[in-house]
């Protein structure tokens, strides 16, 4: 029951242009969105959240967007750096004081120089 | 800034063999959680602790796994016996207990390979 979903397993991109990265999920229970990203032989670093109640958290070069009515978040990054190539997972969360969090498979995104 | 701490990095096992991975929390975390992260995929929760109590431990396999918190600080995930298929990343988080936002924080794993 894969309740978060990333459906490109990557991306690549120039330095200096946007990167868009995607998510969509299926249960309307969920209320707080994350993005992590990850590099390799690390964890997952947290990078950005959204609460169910905007539509937009926008974070220096990173803007994510929620779109509920058709359970869709996106992440953007503008201008996309080198150091940006990394893994990134979106993930969800229905609260409920337990922080039980469903991550998708995540997107694996380079930059170019 | 404070980080969350796991060994070993790296553990290469024989199926059948027991293998344990040891996880310390930030300081002050109450919650702790054990993800285990398959290659392609995204992590997925094994296990839950509020301070040395399990909250969600319903996707743990416990045939063969077992984890304990025993004084509410660090955590030990066991394996016994492994299998081919649990060759994965096991990474465990840590968050505050009231926290505002969700946010996890995640330590840098346990690469487990089983041969």
């Known amino acids: 029951d894969q309740q978060v979903k990333q459906n490109s397993p990557s991306l690549s991109v120039q330095e200096g242009r946007i990167s868009i990265l995607n998510c969509d999920y299926t249960?309307?229970?969920?209320?707080?969105f994350l993005w992590y990203k990850k590099y390799p032989a690390e964890g997952p670093t947290f990078l950005i959240s959204?609460?169910?109640?905007?539509d937009k958290n926008e974070d220096g070069r990173f803007t994510v967007f929620l779109n509920k009515s058709a359970k869709h978040l996106s992440l953007h990054i503008v201008p996309s750096q080198p150091g940006d190539s990394a893994v990134y997972f979106c993930a969800a969360s229905a609260g409920g004081g337990n922080n039980d969090m469903r991550f998708g498979a995540g997107t694996r995104l380079t930059v170019k120089p | 800034e404070a980080e969350v701490a796991q060994s070993p990095r790296y553990k290469i096992t024989e199926k059948s063999q027991a293998v344990a991975f040891w996880c310390d929390p930030i300081s002050g975390h109450a919650t702790l959680y054990w993800y285990r992260q398959i290659l392609g995929q995204g992590p997925e929760l094994l296990v839950q602790?509020?301070?040395?109590?399990?909250?969600?431990d319903s996707q743990l396999p416990k045939d063969r796994f077992s984890a304990e918190r025993l004084k509410g600080v660090d955590s030990t995930l066991k394996i016994q016996p492994a299998e081919l298929g649990d060759s994965a990343m096991y990474l465990c988080a840590s968050s505050p207990r009231l926290a505002p936002t969700p946010e996890q924080y995640f330590g840098p794993g346990t690469r487990l390979t089983v041969t």
């Open positions: 959204i609460s169910s109640i905007k």
């Open positions: 602790f509020q301070d040395e109590s399990v909250v969600d």
């Open positions: 249960n309307s229970m969920f209320d707080y």
